[in-house]
Every structure is written in C-alpha cells, then in structure tokens.
C-alpha cells in the first residue's frame, strides 16, 4: 500500500453505538480534501461489540485499519499504538464520540499546508462538560502550567494535526506512563491553534469520572515536574525557623516570668501537625517511587492482539 496523506487515529473503548455514525459523519469530510487517507482504530480491549461492529465496517470502508489490544490499556496508550502504526504524512488524532467535530480537518490541513507542523484545536468554551469538570480541568491546567518545566495549553486535548516529523519525534520518547498532553506539548516544533466549541457525546457514556480524572491529574503532574518532591526541603526549612524562634521565646519567656507548665492541648496540635505533613511528605515520595518502579520495569505499552 502506498502512504496515504492523512491517517486518523481513533482509540474506542465500548463504542459500538458510535462508530457508524462517526464513519458516516466523517467520510464525507475526508472525501472533500482530495487527500488519500487511512483510518486506524485501536479498539482498546472493549468488553461490548465494538470489535465486530468495526470489522463489519471495514467490508464497506476499504480505507480502515482495526488495531485489537490484548486487553483494555488505556486511551494513552492506545494513541500511542495509532501513531506508531500511523504512516500517514500527518496524524490527527480524534474521538470517535465525535466531540471533535471531524469538520476541523480541512482546517487543519490548510494550516498545515501554510507550514505549521502542529495544529491544535482549542475548545473555546466547554459547555458540554459539567460544571464540576470544568473547574477541575482549569485548576489543574493553572497548577501543571505553574510548577512544570513545559506548558500544556488551557483547553486542548488530543484533538490535533502532526506532521510527520512530530509524530517520529513523539516515538522516541520511550516512557511507558503516558500523559500524552504532556508528550506532546515536550517535543515542541511550529505550533497553531484553532478554536471550536466542544459538543456532547453523540452516544454512549465518558469513560473518565472522579477518580480517574483525580489519577489523570496525578499522572500529568508527576511525570513532568518534581516541584512536589523540593517542596518539601522548603516546607521543612520553614518549619524549622520558626520552632527555631519558638524554642527562643520559651527561653527568654522563662528567663524573665520563671516557669511556666505549658498547655497540653497546644503540644498535641503541634505533634499532629507536624505528623501529618511528615505523613503527606512520604506521601509524595511514594508516588514518584511508584512511577520508578513502574518505569523500570521497561514492559511494553500495550499489548497487540491483532490486526485486522
Ligand atoms: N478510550 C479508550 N480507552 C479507555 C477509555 C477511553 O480508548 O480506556 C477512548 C474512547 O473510546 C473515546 C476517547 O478515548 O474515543 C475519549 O473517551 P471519552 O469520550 O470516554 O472521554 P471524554 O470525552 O469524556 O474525556
Ligand atoms: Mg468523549
């Protein structure tokens, strides 16, 4: 097979409901930009019919790539499958729940053509989310952007183009915990942004709630900066001053009006205090040692079953 121009990477997860219309809804748009393309979708270890749903699919849509993960690996590593197999001149990477509307390309494309190597899309307002998640989603971004060394941009997500070169840069990058807003933001080259104002999924529900979202910003902030880890040495440097200028006033407070036996009440908030952000201090390491441990292992980030 010859390279197509443009490969579309769809990672799905229990998506059987979505997948027609979302091939419906962008055939069209890919037909209209005269460019040859391939569709990839890495079906990451759905426990429904997406896998069928796609292999009958690929009988009327000659231009489909099925990637089947072993398992479910997640949709970081599931991107990270697509771009691999990807051999397109530029990769977009898209839902298939067709929050990113597919209408994007053909800018993208013009973007690309002026010579910009990314394309982002940015979400201009998220009101399809709710009001929980928006505000989580901007605290997080304010604190990653605060205490790491690159930006990742308010309000985008996968959705982008790359060009080829950006997509082999990303490959080299072998870490196997993969906050892909992050990688992508690391390897830097010519950027632009779009606006577009995000829908609600078309079918089906988010597979990121709660506590995976709380984990994905956990994710996100360890493996781009080790400001929580200094903290700590700053933390502890204040707290010895200031027990340093206590220790001072309970001497000169002695000299002068003699002894005094002081509260037990305060002794004990002090103790558990400190107990605590000793506590939140071992915290921290844990979590940065369970990411060691986790990389050293060197296993692969995902597992293919097979390709159809
Ligand atoms: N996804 C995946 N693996 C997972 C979870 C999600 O490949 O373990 C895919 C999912 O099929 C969809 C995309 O990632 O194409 C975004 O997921 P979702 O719509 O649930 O997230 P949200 O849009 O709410 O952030
Ligand atoms: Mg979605």
Known sequence: MSQPTLSIVCP????????????????PIL?????SYEIIFINDGSTDSTLEVLKRA??????????????????????????????????????????????LIELFLQKWEEGYDVVLAKRANRQSDSFFKRK???????????????EIPNNV??????????????????????FMKGIFAWVGYPTTTIEYTR????????????????????????????????????????????????GITIIVKTLIFGVDLPGYASMLTVILFLGGIQLMGIGILGEYLGRIYNESKRRPIYIIEGEY
């Open 136 to 150: 989580s989603a901007n605290l997080f971004y304010r604190l990653h952007n605060k205490i790491s060394a690159i």
């Open 31 to 35: 037909k209209k930009t005269q460019k």
């Open 58 to 103: 690929k009988e009327s849509y000659a231009s489909i790539r099925i990637i089947n993960f072993a398992r479910n690996f997640g949709k970081e590593s599931a991107l990270t499958a697509g771009l691999d197999s990807s051999r397109g001149e530029v990769v977009v990477p898209i839902d298939v729940d067709l929050q990113d509307p597919p209408e």
């Open 12 to 27: 799905c997860y229990n998506e059987e409901e979505v997948i027609d219309i979302f091939l419906e809804t962008i055939t």
């Open 157 to 178: 997500g996968d959705y982008r183009l790359m060009s080829r070169r950006v997509v082999e840069s990303l490959k080299e990058l072998p870490e196997n915990q993969r």
């Open 199 to 246: 829908e609600p999924r078309v079918a089906g529900e988010s597979s990121f709630n709660g506590w995976k979202l709380w984990n994905f910003a956990l994710d996100g902030i360890t493996s781009f900066s080790t400001v929580p880890l200094r903290v700590w040495l700053y933390i502890g440097m204040s707290i010895s001053a200031l027990s340093f200028l206590f």
